[in-house]
């Protein structure tokens, strides 16, 4: 991207937002910009630099839906219509693909991928630096405290905000299942991180037969009721198939339980890291 033209890289990108206030979708906005400017090269991350950049000066603010959207702060508040469609820009027929019960992946081959769409995803979307990431479900024989102490991926980060002082410090966890019916015990098991974690999610593959399920009824309704984040992915390796179903409510944990989980669970190199942003 070239720095000298960002500004009107940013312009651009805010009037491709609807000027009525309805969302749009992550995917569906960056490849606008590229249309706008085919003869720019855009990566990911000038995407989240100038959409992040709108949301900072309150000319956007963040969404729901698959990928992530964003909508215009409209001056004058109206109502809005909600379309029960998929977000704006994102093809009708590209609806979750069920995997028959022989092909949903075995918990472990998940870490890896979720791990990564966290980092190049979830980090930039929510604008969170600095910040460490990793899968912290493998600790072996080592002592953790119990199994439901042990979160499958764990990030911890630093924000700021343009108009709150002081720096906030999140240890963010995330525990992932493979299919519905493993998902009840991880919502137990997310419940438990809230002992340590600001916030606690957790993650499970997508299908449109959860429409009417019982059992995604009574997931949903205790992550709600226990204050976890419920989020679906299609496909765990893509970003933009994530959907945050639940938001997670921020916990206020016990300063010597978060010191006490990060000592025991986060690497030596990530260690030090944090104790860099405190210098």
């Given at each position: 991207m070239d720095a000298q033209r960002r500004d009107?890289?940013?312009?651009?990108?805010?009037?491709?937002?609807p000027t009525d206030g309805r969302a749009i979708s992550n995917p569906a906005l960056r490849e606008s910009l590229k249309t706008a400017f085919p003869q720019e090269t855009f990566t990911t991350d000038d995407y989240w630099d100038l959409r992040n950049s709108l949301i900072t000066e309150g000319k956007l603010q963040q969404g729901?839906?698959?990928?992530?959207?964003?909508?215009?702060?409209l001056t004058v508040v109206e109502p809005i219509p909600i379309p029960v469609a998929a977000v704006p820009g994102q093809p009708?027929?590209?609806?979750?693909?069920?995997?028959?019960a022989a092909a949903i992946q075995q918990e472990p081959s998940l870490y890896e991928p979720f791990w990564k769409a966290i980092e190049k995803g979830y980090v930039p979307e929510n604008d969170v630096k600095p910040w460490i990431c990793e899968i912290t479900a493998f600790q072996g024989r080592r002592n953790t405290g119990g199994l439901w102490t042990r979160p499958d991926v764990t990030l911890i980060a630093m924000q700021t905000f343009a108009y709150f002082p002081g720096k906030i410090f999140e240890v963010i966890t995330f525990e992932i299942k493979p299919s519905l019916e493993t998902a009840m015990g991880g919502v137990y098991e997310a419940a438990a991180h809230s002992a340590f974690a600001h916030r606690s999610y957790l993650a499970i593959p997508d299908s449109k037969d959860y429409d009417g399920n019982p059992l995604f009824d009574r997931i949903t309704s205790e992550c709600e009721r226990l204050g976890l984040g419920l989020i679906l992915f299609e496909d765990v390796a893509n970003w933009d198939t994530y959907n945050f179903e639940v938001s997670a409510d921020r916990n206020d944990p016990d300063p010597q339980a978060v010191n006490?989980?990060?000592?025991?669970q986060i690497s030596e190199k990530g260690r030090e890291e944090i104790q860099r942003w405190f210098r």
């Open positions: 009107e890289y940013k312009q651009r990108l805010y009037e491709l937002t729901r839906g698959y990928g992530g959207s964003v909508r215009r702060v009708a027929e590209a609806a979750p693909v069920v995997a028959p006490d989980f990060i000592k025991g």
